[in-house]
């Protein structure tokens, strides 16, 4: 049940640092200032990665945007869900086999080549069960992932998957080099070697990740011209939000990812900050364990919906500025699908539930939030509406997260 801030239209400040360009809020002030073609950009994140192999990370909303920097899918997805090229310049896709012919020519950092061999590899090593890939679930359908020469790639299916074109635009299609995953082993994402226009330079844990230009990066501009256009790029970790708001008043940073309401108001007086809509949102959501306990029960489930009052975690999170919707696509996203609709805010309505499942007041259940502003804030929130509904959410811990355990 996500509550997304809305897009910039109404004032949303959500930014991204895209592969080859920069969008986003930018301030352009100060002697930290970059220029879209050359110099340094300084951007502000609020939510450090935990690791930079795609096959590993997590944290879609924050790994996606620095994975951009240092690796390259198989192909690209437009914001209108149609597909591009990007290390694959063609494929034929059939119900059960997709054919992808790769560009020629294309090195890693590392200078070792990017051929259907290094595809293969990659592909296979999310699909090995050893790995503990985060992105198997993406090829549960592929059967097996075959190179008939150097520049291609077969990937056949066991059933038909209308969604794996878009796994491989993402993290799932992110090709690493191999030479450097046999190197560094676990270290590798700590150390990432990809095709992307950035090479890595310095990954100070809670301070800042720094990117260098790649010199033989294979995209051109639209002119023909070299890409990047920036010389380096630096991710500043910065978890307060009033300290990023300063920081880009300032010009100690030249973009931010996300800032919440009440921050991004007090910029709107401030000439010097253009806000443009990359696409990205910031969604504030529940996700229930499904797979043992009281929420294997779908019943139990819909009495927990119907527990939480979502217009008021709204409010919580971003004051007047959010929209409800019953999953992670909104409105103004191309997937959208208009006809599900989330289940009303009806407590009385979950206590029954409970109660006929015998269950009220004795339903173990933990709620973990990071400590990142607002997230605490909406536990407790969460914390009172539960109770109130019946279910028995108490304290457990405080560290680093925030959770509550029956």
């Not at 002030?29 to 300084?42: K, Q």
């Not at 299609?173 to 082993?185: C, E, Q, T, V, Y």
Request: aromatic residues 8%.
């Amino acid at each position: 049940m996500p509550v997304y801030p809305p897009g910039p239209s109404r004032r949303a400040v959500l930014a991204g640092a895209a592969a080859t360009t920069v969008i986003g809020l930018t301030g352009c002030s100060g002697s930290g200032s970059s220029s879209a073609s050359s110099g340094t950009l300084t951007a502000g994140f609020d939510n450090e990665p935990v690791t930079l192999d795609p096959a590993l990370s997590a944290a879609i909303s924050s790994d996606r945007n620095v994975l951009n920097l240092f690796f390259d899918a198989l192909l690209r997805q437009r914001p209108d869900g149609s597909f591009e090229p990007a290390l694959a310049t063609q494929w034929d896709a059939g119900d059960l086999a997709v054919t992808f012919t790769l560009r020629e020519g294309v090195t890693f950092h590392d200078g070792t080549a990017c051929d259907a061999d290094a595809v293969l590899f990659n592909l296979r090593r999310i699909m090995d069960p050893a790995t503990h890939s985060t992105k198997a679930a993406a090829f549960a359908k592929v059967a097996s992932v075959d190179a008939p020469d150097v520049k291609t790639v077969k990937i056949k299916l066991k059933a038909p998957d209308p969604l794996l074109l878009t796994h491989l635009a993402h993290e799932a299609g992110m090709i690493a080099s191999p030479a450097a995953l046999k190197k560094h082993k676990a270290d590798f994402g700590r150390r990432p070697v990809g095709t992307g226009p950035f090479t890595f330079a310095q990954w100070r844990s809670k301070v800042q990740l720094t990117a260098e230009r790649n010199g033989a990066y294979w995209a051109k501009d639209a002119d023909g011209g070299s890409l990047p256009k920036l010389d380096k790029v630096v991710l500043r970790f910065v978890t307060e939000a009033k300290v990023l708001r300063a920081e880009l008043s300032t010009g100690g940073v030249q973009l931010v990812r996300a800032l919440p309401p009440e921050e991004y108001k007090q910029l709107s007086g401030n000439k010097q900050i253009v806000v443009k809509d990359g696409g990205v949102r910031r969604a504030y959501y529940v996700a229930l364990n499904v797979t043992k306990g009281p929420f294997k029960d779908p019943e139990v489930r819909a009495a927990f919906a119907q527990a939480v009052d979502r217009r008021s975690v709204g409010k919580a999170a971003a004051g007047g500025e959010y929209d409800i919707a019953p999953s992670f696509a909104t409105s103004s996203d191309w997937f959208y699908d208009d006809s599900v609709a989330p289940l009303p805010h009806e407590p009385a309505k979950a206590r029954g539930a409970l109660e006929k499942a015998g269950l009220r007041g004795d339903v173990p259940i933990t709620v973990v939030a990071r400590r990142r502003a607002p997230d605490p804030t909406i536990a407790e929130l969460l914390q009172s509406q539960l109770t109130s509904a019946g279910f028995a959410p108490r304290p457990k811990s405080w560290s680093s997260r925030h959770s509550w355990t029956a």
